[in-house]
Structure formats: C-alpha cells, structure tokens
C-alpha cells in the first residue's frame, strides 16, 4: 500500500514536499515514481528513482524545480517541489514497481498505486 501526504493550497512561487509511504511490502529495491493528473487531461509523469537512488528522471516541465528522494529505512519516497506555477495543480500520485527502471517510463508500467493528493496553485 503506498499512502501519499503534503499537498496543499500555495500561491505561485512557493514550495510544497510531498511523501509516499509505503506499508505491507518492503519496496527498497523498487523503482519509485510521482505522477500527476490535471482536471480534463491524462495522468502525466512527473519524476522516477532507481531503488539505490542512484538514478533519477525528471520530465522537462519540472527539471530544475522539482527533486525525488527516498529514504529506504522507512520506505518513503519523497517530492520537493520548489517555484510551484499554477500549471502545477494537480493531483499527484506515487507509483512503485520492480521492473527495470529504464523500462518504467509510463503509467501503465506501475503495479502500485496510491490515492493521490492534491497540489493546488494559486496565481
């Protein structure tokens, strides 16, 4: 299960972090990726970590801006989203698998799921 916390209500320009814990599997050695679907569009990668950490992959939109962590030892994976625009609202959700990281580049790859919460930017 992979529970997802954080999100909120900010004007543009600030910074929100968002977590994804995950419980009743140990999901160290999985891929970990955020995900995001806006009113009226199609969910949208946002950023994936390989399960060391050692690898991340961030969608153009959010380079420079956005920064996926993880903390293996509580089995969190984490979001900070910096210089939020109001083109960021959506409600992001977090993803985990244990295929090969270079494989897992769209939604239908992922196995797990969260619930979602929702980021909303004020302009």
């Known amino acids: 299960q992979l529970v997802e916390s954080g999100g909120g209500l900010v004007q543009a320009g600030e910074f929100l972090r968002l977590s994804c814990a995950a419980s009743?599997?140990?999901?160290?050695?999985?891929?970990r990726a955020w995900f995001r679907q806006a009113p009226g569009k199609e969910r949208e990668f946002v950023a994936r970590?390989?399960?060391?950490?050692?690898?991340?992959v961030y969608a153009d939109s959010v380079k420079g801006r956005f920064t996926i962590s993880r903390d293996n030892a509580n089995n969190t994976v984490y979001l900070q989203m910096n210089s939020l625009k109001p083109e960021d609202t959506a409600v992001y959700y977090c993803?985990?698998?244990?295929?090969?990281?270079?494989?897992?580049?769209?939604?239908?790859?992922?196995?797990?799921w969260g619930q979602g919460t929702l980021v909303t930017v004020s302009s």
């Open positions: 009743g599997r140990t999901f160290s050695t999985y891929a």
């Open positions: 993803a985990a698998d244990s295929k090969s990281f270079w494989s897992l580049r769209r939604a239908p790859d992922y196995g797990y």
């Open positions: 970590i390989s399960g060391n950490g050692g690898a991340t």
